[in-house]
Nanobody, 125 residues
Framework: QVRLVESGGGSVQSGGSLRLSCVGSGYTYSRYCMGWIRQAPGKEREGVANIDSDDITAYADSVKGRFTISRDNPRDTVYLQMTGLIPEDTATYYC???????????????????WGQGTQVTVSS
């Protein structure tokens, strides 16, 4: 049974930093595509970043240059380092996983079959 557990959310002021972590279990972690998806109140889910099994990364334009996704396969963990946070980054951040994400669709929530419970990030101005 695939299980994803996020941690690292919190409240910060604009310009601050946070690092989210997601620990996976129940599957061959290193072979899975891992993504971070966020959802702000009243808004649709938005793909933030993705890293595939070859460590190729992708980012939403809104976070490029500020967020970095990485993975530590021996620890079955994916990270999202967030810097230069702005109030628009306020959302619940979900870790998502799938053995195969369709090319060009990493940012879509339907591309992932497995999800964590989410961690809240709040950025105040």
């Amino acid at each position: 049974q695939v299980r994803l557990v996020e941690s690292g959310g919190g409240s910060v002021q604009s310009g601050g930093s946070l690092r989210l972590s997601c620990v996976g279990s129940g599957y061959t972690y290193s072979r899975y595509c891992m993504g971070w998806i966020r959802q702000a109140p009243g808004k649709e889910r938005e793909g933030v970043a993705n890293i595939d099994s070859d460590d190729i990364t992708a980012y939403a334009d809104s976070v490029k240059g500020r967020f970095t996704i990485s993975r530590d396969n021996p620890r079955d963990t994916v990270y999202l380092q967030m810097t230069g946070l702005i109030p628009e980054d306020t959302a619940t951040y979900y870790c998502a996983a799938d053995p195969s994400v369709p090319d060009g669709h990493w940012f879509r929530d339907w591309a992932y079959n497995y999800w964590g419970q989410g961690t809240q990030v709040t950025v105040s101005s």
